[in-house]
Every structure is written in C-alpha cells, then in structure tokens.
C-alpha cells in the first residue's frame, strides 16, 4: 500500500508563501510510476483539484486559480511531493491533501486517486 503524510500547512498572511511536503511510504510507491497530486477544501464546499505531476516530473497540470502563484514539484528518490504557495490569498484557505494515483497519467478529479493523506491546514489572513 502507499501512505502519504502532509506537512508545512501553517497560518499566514495575505501575500506570504507556504510549502506544502507529502511524504510517501510503501512498497507500492517504490515500485510503480506514480502520478501525484495536491487537493484542497475548504469548509462546505467540494474537494477541489490544485496540481498535479507526473512521475518523471515532466508533466505537470495547475487549476486555473493558482497558476502563476503555485508550484508543484517531486522527489523520487526521496520519496517527497512539494507544493510551493506563493502570494497566497484568503481565498486559498482550506485543508490540503496530496493523493497519488497507480498511473503516470495525470488526474484532475478526487476519483482518478486512490491513495489519499490526512491533509494539513493554511489558512491565509487578509
């Protein structure tokens, strides 16, 4: 199986930067090529897709909402997602999940990953 473990969510002001780590174990994640991903959501509302990347880290894919202001990245051998958050906004508040899916092919929906962690807080003040 694959355990994934966030970390890095914090309080912060409008304007600042978080990063977001999601660390992996399993046998399975050692052993297939695994696209991930990061998910947020916020209180009432759906879990929304944030970013995604590829195993090899050549494809990557940014909701419309953090383009330009997030950064999705990987470290294999380490067995690490990143999400770098910049110029974060209110609106950004919500609890963050990374979900990793028994494919390199990138998903946009909660139902493309099978894998899920437990997910970290940001909550960003104006």
């Known amino acids: 199986q694959v355990q994934l473990v966030e970390s890095g969510g914090g309080l912060v002001q409008a304007g600042g930067s978080l990063r977001l780590s999601c660390a992996a174990s399993?046998?399975?994640?050692?052993?297939?090529?695994?696209?991930s991903a990061w998910f947020r959501q916020a209180p009432g509302k759906e879990r929304e897709f944030v970013a995604a990347?590829?195993?090899?880290?050549?494809?990557?894919n940014y909701a419309d909402s953090v383009k330009g202001r997030f950064t999705i990245s990987r470290d294999n051998a380490n067995k690490m997602v990143y999400l770098q958050m910049n110029s974060l906004k209110p609106e950004d508040t919500a609890v963050y999940y990374c979900?990793?899916?028994?494919?390199?092919?990138?998903?946009?929906?909660?139902?493309?990953?099978?894998?899920w962690g437990r997910g970290t807080q940001v909550t960003v003040s104006s």
């Open positions: 990347i590829s195993w090899g880290g050549g494809s990557t």
């Open positions: 399993g046998r399975i994640f050692s052993n297939y090529a695994m696209a």
């Open positions: 979900a990793c899916r028994l494919s390199n092919v990138i998903g946009v929906t909660p139902q493309h990953y099978g894998y």
